[in-house]
């Protein structure tokens, strides 16, 4: 439903005169820190990084559609004891639709939605013995609501948007939220 709405709207502005000289594409690079439980009623901020590209639409006045790809990747771990360790390594990616408005600082409220390919190995060592039976790939799906507030640089063409993200990852609970900045710079 995402992308049907996405693909209509980038054809809604392609086919408008204005629209076509407002059209902006940015890209950049977003450090992002997962609030995990993974301590039961302790949080882990798990670092991850992520790779957002948008097209904005113009919709009327300052205000715009943001359409975007996200990709991801986070492999930190909590401290472990040293005999069994467990290791996951997610790779995301997903689409982002939301509204900015266009001022001095630059609100937006966004909908995005994807999937995790991750990868979990358990490593022990020589005191513990392991056949590999846990290690295992799983492809989960998650969706999300973002709010930023982005600061506009060099005349707005490099963003600052530190942002709060609520999720809900399809079979792991541990994650319900996020939080970090994304640093867009605008080439085209």
């Given amino acids: 439903m995402i992308t049907k709405l996405s693909v209509l709207l980038v054809i809604f502005a392609t086919y408008t005169s204005r629209a076509r000289a407002d059209i902006s594409v940015a890209s950049g690079l977003a450090p992002t820190w997962n609030i995990r439980q993974d301590y039961g009623k302790q949080n882990f901020l798990r670092l991850g990084y992520e ?4 097209v904005y639409l113009p919709v009327i006045a300052d ?6 790809l996200r990709l991801g990747y986070s492999n930190a771990q909590p401290e472990m004891p040293g005999g069994v360790k467990f290791t996951e390594t997610d790779m995301s990616y997903g689409l982002d639709l939301g509204v900015v408005y266009d001022w001095y600082i630059v609100p937006s409220m966004s909908f995005g939605y994807g999937t995790i390919n991750r990868t979990i190995k358990v490593k022990t060592s020589s005191r513990i013995d392991s056949d590999g039976t846990l290690n295992r790939k799983e492809r989960l799906k998650y969706w999300s609501m ?3 507030a982005g600061i506009p ?3 707005g063409w490099f963003l600052f948007e530190p942002f709060y993200r ?17 640093i867009t710079v605008q080439y085209l």
């Fill in 146 to 148: 973002q709010i930023g």
């Fill in 51 to 54: 790779l957002p590209t948008y």
């Fill in 166 to 182: 609520h999720q809900s990852i399809k079979a792991d609970k541990r994650t319900t939220s996020a939080v970090g900045f994304e």
């Fill in 63 to 68: 205000l715009y559609a943001r359409t975007g």
């Fill in 153 to 155: 640089v060099l005349k």
